[in-house]
């Protein structure tokens, strides 16, 4: 497994990733993070307090999703699953895009074309084939970009990932496939879902692959820049797996303590990929007590923002939800529509 950012953080140089490491691309990776988990805990708080519907954390993701997106170029696009939220605010989406979804006044909060960022998937898997059906229009076209799509180890058992990976490979589509495995397809443990790692079956349809630490942003941001040079020169399609954690659940549905030991979490807790990037940034004296201030204040304007952005949001129109099912309402749609406001009407 590819890493130069050890727990501990220390550097360690790999001939396979070669990176050059520089006081101002740590800065900026660890500013990335720091304010990508701030929202997400604060979008996580309002969650619990009735604000969002649902909402899906990527604590302990963050290096996997920064470290990926500072490595494409601008045009390159993206199809991410549905908790990409830290690789969503690279692009500059914001605070209110983000959620609007989750507090269910529109199907989608930002313009996909504008930030070349697709909107979530929240079918398992499904965004594999939509971005190698679009990576395939890029080869037609003789465009120089690149596709990347994020999905995790749950969805890698799912058939849509499978027919994607032998479709971009016999298509010598110009994309990269990114595995964020993170242990657990909600309860399900990887070593109940797979018999052989998935950078090791991508061989087997014909991809290039890499094994990378998840929670080391630099490892993860010199394979996903050496992977995405390689596609971009016609080279085969790419699957980049990279072994992080997802530290809280599944969803905030979800209660991880029933199928996941504390000892567990709390061994994972000492590979916080951003506390490791800190630890390399002080013990080199990269940044200064003021840079750290800085970003905390940041942080805190990052939740401000967060907060208010959601609390100026209307409330979701319980009826709006059967408009975009049929071209024309059907009478068993209207029976629907009809009784949910009339129950939603007796719970306001």
Do not use: K
Not at 33 to 48: G, I, S, T, Y
Not at 237 to 260: C, K, Q
Not at 263 to 284: K, M, S
Request: hydrophobic share 45%; net charge negative; with cysteine.
């Amino acid at each position: 497994m590819i890493q130069l950012l050890g727990p501990d953080g220390t550097l360690r140089p790999d001939e396979d990733a070669p990176l050059e490491v520089t006081p101002e691309l740590c800065r900026d990776l660890l500013r990335d993070m720091v304010l990508a988990r701030r929202f997400d805990e604060e979008a996580h708080a309002l969650q619990r307090q009735g604000e969002l519907g649902l909402w899906l954390m990527a604590l302990g993701q963050e290096a996997a999703q920064v470290g990926s997106m500072r490595a494409l170029d601008p045009r390159d696009y993206v199809f991410p699953s549905y908790r990409e939220q830290a690789a969503a605010r690279c692009r500059g989406i914001g605070p209110a895009e983000l959620m609007a979804q989750w507090r269910g006044v529109t199907h989608s909060g930002w313009d996909p074309a504008r930030y070349r960022f697709h909107i979530y998937s929240l079918v398992l898997g499904t965004q594999a084939l939509h971005a190698t059906g679009y990576a395939v229009g890029v080869r037609l076209d003789g465009a120089d970009e690149v596709v990347l799509t994020y999905f995790g180890d749950g969805a890698s058992s799912q058939g849509d990932v499978n027919e994607a990976l032998n479709w971009a490979a016999v298509a010598n589509a110009p994309i990269v496939f990114f595995c964020q495995n993170n242990q657990w397809a909600i309860s399900t443990s990887t070593s109940r879902q797979m018999a052989a790692p998935l950078h090791r079956r991508a061989v087997g349809f014909g991809l290039e692959s890499y094994h990378v630490d998840g929670n080391d942003v630099l490892a993860v941001h010199a394979v996903t820049a050496r992977a995405a040079e390689s596609v971009r020169a016609g080279g085969p399609p790419v699957l980049i797996e990279a072994m992080t954690y997802r530290m809280a659940g599944h969803s905030t549905s979800d209660d991880p303590r029933r199928y996941r030991s504390d000892a567990e979490v709390e061994a994972w807790r000492h590979r916080d990929p951003i506390a490791r990037l800190e630890l390399l940034v002080r013990t080199r004296g990269w940044a200064d007590d003021a840079y750290f201030a800085a970003l905390a204040a940041e942080s805190d304007a990052v939740a401000a923002e967060t907060r208010a952005a959601c609390l100026s949001m209307p409330d979701p129109v319980v009826g709006e939800m059967f408009a975009h099912v049929l071209n024309e309402e059907t009478e068993l749609v209207r029976y629907q529509r009809e009784w949910m406001e009339a129950y939603h009407s007796t719970l306001l």
